[in-house]
């Protein structure tokens, strides 16, 4: 008898396993992720499964396999519907449904509840063969020695497979955290957050900056534009006088009016973390201001500024719009490919400056580009200088290095016809106008493929990117100190920290004193150096680049 209850004992827990996987098996088979998902997935289940093993009330085992089972089906229907797993917005958006809409959602997918039945049923079959453990001290040890397996195999993976290069907690919460079984109370958790951080954002409304001029100009139009670049590195243009290559020839033929900062670093090299960054005060050691602040757009608005985000639909600022609240318009630019043909993309916001210039005569713009993001699609016929590259070599060289290069390069000579052709729109007569430009971080490219974000010790082309300085020739007669002092910084170690207060200062706007800053502008004759900061991906943990 006691044999036979071993076997149930088993088979019921191999039940329970079956659970826990099942969404990653699906997953795995929709996103071709791999057999290596599911051992992972496997491994950090044992911890739950050795955990319910040593329970002895059989209703508790009941509740907490029913309840496990909901999170699968949770999960699972996602899977199918849109090939992710659950996420917070899924959870915003079903707590602001309204009964009507949720009706018309389940009947129009009410096949998901046929695809629930195996696990239901599986559920059942675990919880019918569940026998408590009569030796408890051998189920103790044994399932202690289950627990062990899953930190012994995160220790390996941070310190042999990636070798330090990402931090625990970055390993734990996108490796871990956010794949079933966890995946729904994580998201769960990252919902709460992003809800509270939501109230916070209200509260900005509240917030005035108290910002001011010192100088008004009498030219008929004032127009300042802060771009965003993707995925850039300053290595890479011919700008900076070293690159082999010329892949921005148009902006070299304006450097009578134009600069490229020599060492700009950027504060983080996920575009989630150094785009925030870049349009608010926040800094890598005090993240948390970006919730509680305003954009760069504020101070303009309260100088009696016209305000524009324009981005493009696949990035950050399309969806975080909190970034761009308060503005007079948000423009989101959809990206439309047609037969190898851009109908729509980066393209489009010359023509959107060109009609807001042509419309406003005090303007601030801020936007964002697709850019230069990988695997380097995101230029037009014209401009495939370098060849032959990713894009239209053979299947087996796609992630050849030298490939990936030729691709990113040519997407280089796009955007410098893109910023070029913005600047253009700025040129306008009797127009006091400038325009700054960096990229939200870089990209390491090598052979096998090109990627930035999971690194914790980003190498020096993930941060190293461009800081652009654009003035037209009344800009420069009207702000002639401004000009020198930004040209005498050329070759200052600079950061994300420097833009907010450089942007500002960039249309002569000082701030109220709790938020001023005139140190890190380096349009300013008080301008000074500071430690550099970049915040890696776990959102917390922060590196000394020139440490």
Known sequence: ????????????????????????VAYSRINHAGISYIVTGIIFSLPIIAILSLIRQKWLYYVLTSILTILALTDLTMVDLYKEYLLPGGIISTIKTNP??????????????????????????SCVLYRPSVNRKISTYVALSLILIAPIFVTYKLFGFYKGQVTLRYYVDNRIWNRPPYNVPFQCLNAHTALQRKKQWENMKNINMGATRGTTPNAQKEIYIFAIGESLRYDNLSLNGKYHRSTTPRLESKQSNLMLFDDYYSQACLTMYSVPQLVTRATPDNYELNYSERSIIEPYRECGFKTFTIVSN?????????????????????????????????????HIVDSLAQVHDKLFIMMQFLGNHSFFTNYEKEFEHYNPNSNNCSANLVRDSLMLINAYDNSILYTDYILSSIIDQLNRPNTVSAFMFVSDHGEEIGKGGAGHGGNCTPTIREYHVPFIFWWSDSYRELYADKVSNALSRKPAKLNGDNIYYTLCDLADIQLADQYNHPSWSVLSPSFEEHERLILVPDGVTCIHPDK
């Open 100 to 125: 009507q809409e949720a009706a018309e959602f389940y009947s129009t997918n009410f096949r998901e509840v046929f695809r629930w039945i195996p696990l239901i049923l599986i559920c059942i079959v």
């Open 1 to 24: 008898m006691r044999n036979k209850d071993i076997l149930f004992r088993v088979l019921s827990l191999v039940c329970l396993a079956i659970i826990l996987l099942y969404p990653n």
């Open 314 to 350: 696949t990035n950050l600022l399309s969806y975080e719009t909190y970034l761009s609240d308060g503005v007079d318009s948000l423009i989101i630019v959809p990206n439309i490919v047609k037969d190898g043909e851009i109908l729509s993309g980066d393209k489009t916001m010359i």
